[in-house]
């Protein structure tokens, strides 16, 4: 197993993450689309927007595993809300989800949360 990560995917455009991702199941984590759709994807597109998305594999204790990164931006709050989620490659186990937001101006983490 390698001891580096290395980046899968790298998408700031919204078009290009809709077809890599959404439409093509790029992300390979269905556990964490699900999450994007039921609380992200679902506000008005006035509310969310879609800043980035990074894919990676990196080494973990004992395995490879599979790294999302998800960046939205609320407009309601004015904050970066983001998903993140390891899964094992091995088996397809969700090691760890949360979902932060991040101040804009402070770069503060104001809100955490653990959803694994």
């Not at 989620?85 to 090691?95: E, H, L, Q, T, Y």
């Given at each position: 197993?390698a001891?580096?990560?290395?980046?899968i995917?790298?998408?700031?455009?919204?078009n290009?993450?809709?077809?890599?991702?959404?439409?093509?199941d790029?992300m390979?984590f269905?556990e964490?689309?699900?999450?994007m759709?039921?609380?992200?994807l679902s506000q008005?597109a006035?509310?969310?927007?879609?800043q980035e998305c990074?894919i990676?594999?990196?080494?973990g204790?004992?395995?490879?595993?599979?790294?999302?990164?998800?960046?939205?931006?609320d407009?309601?709050m004015?904050?970066?809300?983001?998903?993140w989620?390891?899964k094992?490659?091995a088996?397809g186990?969700?090691?760890?989800?949360?979902?932060?937001?991040?101040?804009?101006?402070?770069n503060e983490?104001?809100?955490e949360?653990?959803?694994?």
């Amino acid at each position: 197993m390698a001891n580096e990560s290395k980046v899968i995917h790298h998408i700031t455009d919204y078009n290009e993450f809709k077809n890599t991702c959404l439409d093509n199941d790029g992300m390979a984590f269905p556990e964490l689309e699900k999450i994007m759709y039921d609380y992200i994807l679902s506000q008005p597109a006035e509310t969310m927007k879609f800043q980035e998305c990074v894919i990676k594999e990196e080494p973990g204790e004992n395995e490879e595993l599979r790294k999302v990164h998800l960046t939205f931006r609320d407009f309601n709050m004015n904050n970066y809300i983001r998903l993140w989620g390891f899964k094992s490659n091995a088996d397809g186990r969700v090691v760890d989800m949360k979902v932060d937001a991040l101040d804009p101006e402070t770069n503060e983490v104001v809100y955490e949360r653990q959803l694994s």
